[in-house]
Nanobody, 125 residues
Framework: QVQLVESGGGLVQAGGSLRLSCAASERTSSTYAMGWFRQAPGKEREFVAAISWSGGSTYYSDSVKGRFTISRDNAKNTVYLQMNSLKPEDTAVYYC??????????????????WGQGTQVTVSS
C-alpha cells in the first residue's frame, strides 16, 4: 500500500504560479504511473494531467495544456505539477493518484488505485 501526500497549494492571484508536490511515503518494487485530478465545489472530480513511470509520456486536459507541466523525480518518489498563468477557474482541491504497474499514462479516475488527501488551490481575480 502506498500513501500519497500533496503539498504546495495555497492562495494566488490570477496570472500567478504554484508548484504542487505529491510524495509517496515509501518506495516499492512496483512502478507507478501518476496523475493529477482536481475537484471544485459542487463539481465532479476531473482529470488534469498524467505521466508515465518513465516520464516519457505525458497528457493534459485541454483546459490546462500549455499552462501546467507534470513531471516526476523517481529517486525522490515525488511527482510535481507546475501551474503557471493560473486562472480563477483553476480553483479546486487538487489530488494526486498512483497506478501500480502502469506502463503508460491514464486519464480516468477508476484507472488509479491510490489517492492523496488533496491540497487546496485558490486563484483570485
Amino acid at each position: 500500500q502506498v500513501q500519497l501526500v500533496e503539498s504546495g497549494g495555497g492562495l494566488v492571484q490570477a496570472g500567478g504560479s504554484l508548484r504542487l508536490s505529491c510524495a509517496a511515503s515509501e518506495r516499492t518494487s512496483s512502478t507507478y504511473a501518476m496523475g493529477w485530478f482536481r475537484q471544485a465545489p459542487g463539481k465532479e472530480r476531473e482529470f488534469v494531467a498524467a505521466i508515465s513511470w518513465s516520464g516519457g509520456s505525458t497528457y493534459y486536459s485541454d483546459s490546462v495544456k500549455g499552462r501546467f507541466t507534470i513531471s516526476r523525480d523517481n529517486a525522490k518518489n515525488t511527482v510535481y505539477l507546475q501551474m503557471n498563468s493560473l486562472k480563477p477557474e483553476d480553483t479546486a482541491v487538487y489530488y494526486c493518484a498512483a497506478r501500480p504497474g502502469g506502463s503508460y499514462y491514464y486519464t480516468v479516475q477508476y484507472e488509479y488505485d491510490y489517492w492523496g488527501q488533496g491540497t487546496q488551490v485558490t486563484v483570485s481575480s
